[in-house]
């Protein structure tokens, strides 16, 4: 079993920064692409970046410029990088990731449990 536990939510005034770490624990043979979705009130959950196997990157358009994905291989860590916070970018975020968890390459997917980012105007 595979557990993604998510932190540095918190609550910042706009034009902030926060760090978003999420660590992955249990059996795992190798991670491949990495992402954060972003559940807004009252919304649907989005996604916002995301990163591969190789390190490639790509963002919604709404975060692109202002925030960064990158990945620890080593210690099995997505991290999120958000600066110049905006207000509308409150909401829970979660990191999802396809992890193989046996040596026949088979991948899984998971989810973290959400952290809350909050900023204020």
């Known amino acids: 079993q595979v557990q993604l536990v998510e932190s540095g939510g918190g609550l910042v005034q706009a034009g902030g920064s926060l760090k978003l770490s999420c660590a992955a624990s249990g059996t795992i043979f190798g991670i491949d692409t990495m992402s954060w979705y972003r559940q807004a009130p009252g919304k649907q959950r989005e996604l916002i970046a995301i990163i591969d196997a190789h390190s490639g990157t790509d963002y919604a358009d709404s975060v692109k410029g202002r925030f960064t994905i990158s990945r620890d291989n080593a210690k099995n860590t997505v991290y999120l990088q958000m600066n110049n916070l905006k207000p509308e970018d409150t909401g829970v975020y979660y990191c999802?990731?396809?992890?193989?968890?046996?040596?026949?390459?088979?991948?899984?997917?998971?989810w973290g449990q959400g952290t809350q980012v909050t900023v204020s105007s």
């Open positions: 999802y990731e396809l992890v193989q968890t046996t040596i026949s390459g088979r991948l899984f997917d998971y």
